[in-house]
């Protein structure tokens, strides 16, 4: 949601409250958005809270999803057989 700069000083409270609920808003300028706020969930750990402050995270207080795993056996002789190779 928009929201501009003389909106948000008259409203800050209320914009905040809303964005820690889970609501994001666009900071605008003449039209022209300038910031973007988005809350931290109240259930966030610190370390979590650390993350999404700096916009390393980004979290909406759910179940995380997780990709597809990783294959673990890489193309090649895995190191295992190449040391019972090297044993004998």
Do not use: C, Y
């Not at 889970?22 to 650390?50: C, L, M, W, Y």
């Amino acid at each position: 949601m928009n929201v501009a700069i003389r909106e948000l000083k008259s409203d800050l409270s209320r914009i905040l409250a809303r964005a820690q609920a889970g609501e994001e808003f666009e900071v605008t300028s003449h039209n022209r958005p300038v910031a973007r706020i988005i809350g931290i969930p109240p259930q966030a750990k610190d370390g979590v809270r650390r993350l999404m402050a700096n916009g390393a995270l980004d979290w909406n207080g759910g179940k995380p999803e997780f990709g597809a795993p990783l294959s673990t056996q890489p193309e090649g002789t895995p190191v295992s057989l190449m040391v019972l190779e090297d044993r004998q």
